[in-house]
């Protein structure tokens, strides 16, 4: 019986998560992607899913792909956090911010996930990227460096990051991981999803008032 209290969660940022075989795995597949799909005449992002009001790219890896990386994913969880999960129960994504989304300031404001009505843990890990892009937690700023991932609890947790401009030819990649743990999954409560809607509000007023960056 699993002894992992999601709901209380405190993120956490673990440094070098993959190493540079991985990292050489990701890359090249999604490179291969976009090659492929250049080489037959379609969109570079063709088979990847456009969402124009987050302005990026996502490709979602199925358990087919990237196998051993999935593996290695699913050996990391165990280690770091103590949770047996099953590679399959890891839902893997690629994402690429890029102006070719036709959206070239996203807009990530004060939210949490909700996937359904369970608490999921999620990973944010930039890859391969030139400059930093900052992450919020609530009011906490995180410089994720590449290959630095930050756990936390994606359903309860405020996440959003500061508005940013991308050129043309500018775009910034970010891996996100997301998982419950099967048999142990935690269902949130109808009013904690109001009171995390309020709290939202209050820090994107907070962040207007006090000229964050958002
Ligand atoms: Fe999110």
Redesign the pocket.
Known sequence: MSTFDIVSFKPLLVDNFFTEEHINHITEFIDSQINKNIKNGQNEYFGFENNKKLGCFTYTFTKENIKTTREYVSQEIKRILGIDIHPRFIDLKYQRYTSKTGNSSPE?GP???KIDDKHYM?FSLPINNKENWPLYLYIKKYNIQNNQALFFN?SNTI?WRPKKEFLENEYYDVLILRFYEPGNHIFIDAGVAEKIETKARSITTHAFLKNLDL
């Open positions: 990530l939210h949490v996930d999620s994606v996440h």
